[in-house]
């Protein structure tokens, strides 16, 4: 018969966080908020320079890591769907993170999606994102829309 023995760490105590520094959250809530209508509703993809990192990481599975990528998906998707919008319904923040809330459409006659975008900023760009999507459906089980 086999045994084993397994040896169990104590918890790390945790340490308090830091203070959250509100007008630096501010600002980066700004900037992502900005950068969002410019480019996701004006489709002004020239203006992603100046927010999004070169090093841009990215966690959406159809466009690879890098602002170059980045550029070149949204500069097809934009020639696609010109009529393209996204309305951001809340946002959030949590230090060097920014969380928008949208019902992105591809024209005016298509029921949208449920989206949840997270921006991570640094020095004032951009670095990272992360995105949750889900279609908005004809019908729904209760009376509460998605947004």
Not at 18 to 47: I, M
Not at 61 to 90: C, H, M, W
């Amino acid at each position: 018969m086999l045994s084993a023995l397994v040896l169990v760490q104590p918890a790390q105590a945790q340490t308090p966080s830091q203070p959250r520094n509100l007008a630096a959250e501010e600002t980066n809530r700004k900037l992502v908020v900005d950068f969002y209508n410019r480019v996701f509703n004006q489709h002004d993809v020239a203006a992603i320079p100046s927010v999004v990192s070169d090093g841009y990481k990215q966690h959406n599975p159809l466009v690879p890591d890098g602002r170059a990528p980045f550029v070149n998906y949204l500069t097809k998707r934009f020639q696609e769907n010109p009529q393209a919008r996204s309305e951001i319904i809340r946002s959030a923040t949590d230090g060097d993170l920014v969380w928008l809330h949208v019902h992105s459409t591809a024209n005016p006659q298509d029921r949208g999606r449920a989206i949840v975008d997270i921006f991570r900023v640094k020095d004032g760009k951009i670095v990272e994102h992360w995105d949750i999507i889900q279609f908005v459906p004809e019908k729904s089980a209760n009376q509460n829309t998605m947004f």
